[in-house]
C-alpha cells in the first residue's frame, strides 16, 4: 500500500472515532506484514488530532533532489571525452558529488 493511501486510511478511521490501536490492529488485519508500524501510525495520528488536513509530506528544506543539472552532465561529459579511462570515483572528486550520482548520470543521462 502506497504511503499517501495509508494516511488517508488512518485520517478517515480516525475521523470515524478509532483508537490509533484500534486501526492498527484492523490495518494488521488487512494487510499482514505489510501494515505500518505503530510507531508511524500514533505519530500521524496524533498529527491529525492537532488538526493536520494534509496526507502529503511536507517540503523540506535541504540539499536538491538531483544534481543531474544540464552544467553538471556536460562536465562529466567533458571529463569523459578528456580522458576515456577515467573512473567514477575520479570524476566524482572532482566535481564534488557522489559516485552514485555520477554513475547515474554516465548511464541515464550520457547514455554510457
Known amino acids: 500500500m ?15 472515532g478509532l483508537t490509533s490501536k484500534d486501526i492498527h490492529d484492523d490495518m494488521v488485519a488487512t494487510l499482514g506484514n505489510d501494515a505500518i508500524l ?3 501510525l ?7 488530532k ?3 488536513q494534509s496526507i502529503e509530506y511536507d517540503v523540506r528544506s535541504g540539499r536538491p533532489v538531483t ?3 544540464k552544467e553538471m552532465v556536460n562536465k562529466v561529459h ?7 579511462r577515467v573512473t567514477e570515483k ?7 558529488i557522489s559516485q552514485e550520482r555520477v554513475h547515474s548520470i554516465l548511464t541515464k543521462d550520457i547514455g554510457y
Open 2 to 16: 502506497e504511503k499517501v493511501s495509508e494516511k488517508a486510511v488512518i485520517q478517515y478511521l480516525h475521523k470515524q
Open 38 to 40: 505503530y510507531a508511524t
Open 42 to 48: 500514533k505519530r500521524w495520528v496524533a498529527e491529525f
Open 50 to 52: 492537532r488538526g493536520r
Open 67 to 69: 544534481v543531474a543539472t
Open 78 to 84: 567533458t571529463i569523459v571525452m578528456n580522458d576515456r
Open 90 to 96: 575520479y570524476i566524482a572528486t572532482t566535481t564534488a
